[in-house]
């Protein structure tokens, strides 16, 4: 039988309940909603099911990435940005006179502080029911007891094996040798429906857990992170995780069609789906044909993006405003350069697609978490701290190597960041969760999907399930395989260079996602995305 053969589309109906748990994996899900039929909140299952993740789906996540958060607790809205920063001692005249294009992507030198413990600490104790090691059991039953490899993870699994091949130079490079050793079985990668045991990750998630991740940053694993580090020319010492603590944040946000949309600020791009809506704003949906909608909200993204990667930052390097960059007055000139009968040439961004996982939470107390977690590219740098299961994230790929830019790389401080949350609220009131990954897609995933939601009124499930499409620079438009042809000549027609892509390659290439909505009897209605091996696990 061939898992990968899903030539017949599947029908999912949305699920309703008082408590859901959707994330890109079911035993994740499954993790969530065992966490509060023991007692939890929403906060507790969110964590439940992100810890359960890096072990049952580690080639999007892992104990060693960075993690952001949008909650509604008792009608309140929270966020949590828990990126890390660059190591202070990070060399940047040795870097830059390596003479690259662009910061590498594998290796020691795009590592920075992960943050993802710290955030699952954080949440925890500001608003948990249960106590972290009770969160994180299922997770650790799972690394130690064995479970089964599902179809996307054993995929993306294999695909990472071959880049980190490539990336070790065949295993030239010692410092490599640690990721084959924790997550490969007799020099493979394992097959779907293959048992995994991850004995490491189960011993880790213990004592973050009987130390509230204090191990992680001020203790055993700090030590043994700097002194791989500096036996391997690395920069990342244990002053700077013992420096580490993540921030709560006010969310940014704006009107959208009488919705109001949430998003984390910067050092993330989540403001990027926020100037798109705000360009859309200009244009009313209701008087236009598909073609026409499909084509705005691309030039729009188009305008937005190209904004935001030249001057998102870490927040406290950024030289532009956020609220110059949200302003209606600004939207309104971004909106007059959409020509509505020919594609623009915006200045060049090739995106890159990366791997993350994506959950939304719900109880039965009203509580919403819109949670997303990644080391940003599969296992992140490739560099895994032995017998740990830690695999250190690369985001420090993302800092810019041009001295003008806003992003340029310097020591302590957060690189531009592709992870991002969402969070819809209607009439004051708590709306819905949802969020879509994948690295450049991200923003773009964020805008269709609520764009699904309120200019088609479609429900959670089909509004995950309609086709995308996704910029990557130019002109240069990728459809998926499904994408309505009619629609696609017409792009053509305005000059778009739109291409479709084939099933099985780009299954997961225009993200995956999950969605929460509440209606108005405190119900919750959800849907999870087909393009990868998600469930909903609802009590």
Request: proline residues 4%.
């Amino acid at each position: 039988m061939d898992f990968y053969d899903n030539r017949y589309a599947s029908k999912r109906n949305a699920v309703f309940g008082k408590n859901i748990v959707a994330t890109s994996n079911i035993l994740a899900s499954q993790a969530g909603i065992e966490i509060i039929k023991k007692g939890g909140n929403a906060v507790d299952a969110a964590i439940a099911a992100a810890a359960a993740l890096t072990v049952v789906e580690p080639a999007s996540n892992g104990i060693g990435g960075d993690a952001f958060a949008i909650i509604n607790f008792d009608n309140k809205i929270y966020a949590i940005n828990a990126s890390g920063f660059s190591p202070k001692d990070l060399d940047v005249k040795k870097i830059l006179s390596l003479n690259l294009d662009k910061m590498p992507l594998y290796g020691v030198i795009p590592v920075t502080v992960g943050g993802i413990p710290a955030s699952w600490e954080s949440l925890i104790k500001k608003f948990g029911r249960l106590k972290l090691i009770d969160v994180l059991e299922p997770a650790i039953r799972y690394a130690e007891n064995g479970y089964a490899v599902q179809p996307q993870a054993a995929l993306d699994w294999k695909e990472a094996y071959n880049i980190y091949m490539k990336a070790s130079d065949n295993l030239k490079k010692e410092e490599f040798k640690y990721w084959f050793d924790t997550f490969t079985f007799n020099g493979k990668t394992p097959k779907l429906g293959e048992i995994v045991k991850l004995p490491f990750h189960a011993k880790t998630l213990y004592d973050i857990g009987k130390t509230n991740a204090e191990c992680i940053y001020r203790g055993e694993y700090a030590e043994r992170i700097d002194s791989f580090m500096k036996k391997y020319g690395g920069y990342l010492s244990k002053e700077d995780l013992s420096g580490y603590y993540t921030e709560f944040v006010n969310p940014i946000t704006l009107n959208y069609r009488g919705y109001d949309i949430y998003e984390i600020p910067p050092n993330g791009h989540g403001i990027t789906v926020l100037m798109t809506l705000n360009i859309l704003s200009n244009f009313d949906f209701n008087d236009l044909n598909e073609t026409d909608r499909v084509h705005y909200q691309i030039e729009a993204l188009k305008l937005a993006f190209t904004d935001t990667k030249k001057y998102v930052s870490d927040i406290n390097y950024m030289k532009t405003s956020i609220d110059e960059m949200l302003s209606k007055k600004y939207a309104e000139k971004r909106a007059s350069l959409i020509n509505k009968n020919k594609a623009l040439e915006p200045i060049n961004h090739i995106f890159s697609s990366g791997d993350t996982v994506y959950l939304a939470a719900s109880d039965s107390f009203g509580n919403m978490v819109s949670y997303i977690q990644s080391n940003y590219t599969a296992f992140g740098s490739g560099i895994v701290i032995p017998e740990t299961g830690i695999a250190l994230q690369n985001r420090g790929a993302n800092f810019s190597l041009d001295p003008s830019s806003d992003n340029f790389i310097a020591p302590h401080k957060k690189p531009y960041h592709t992870i991002i949350p969402a969070f819809i609220c209607r009439d004051s009131k708590p709306y819905g969760a949802l969020g879509i990954m994948g690295a450049f897609m991200q923003p773009q995933g964020h805008v269709q999907v609520i764009s699904n939601l309120i200019d088609y009124n479609l429900n959670p499930q089909v509004a995950l399930d309609k086709p995308r499409w996704q910029w990557v620079g130019s002109k240069n438009i990728e459809l998926e395989y499904n994408f309505d042809n009619n629609l696609y000549k017409e792009l053509l027609s305005l000059e778009h260079n739109a291409s479709k892509k084939d099933y099985i390659t780009y299954f997961g290439y225009f993200g995956r996602g999950q969605i929460i909505i509440k209606n108005d009897n405190d119900v919750y209605c959800a849907g999870c995305d087909g393009r990868t091996d998600s469930g909903i696990a609802v009590y």
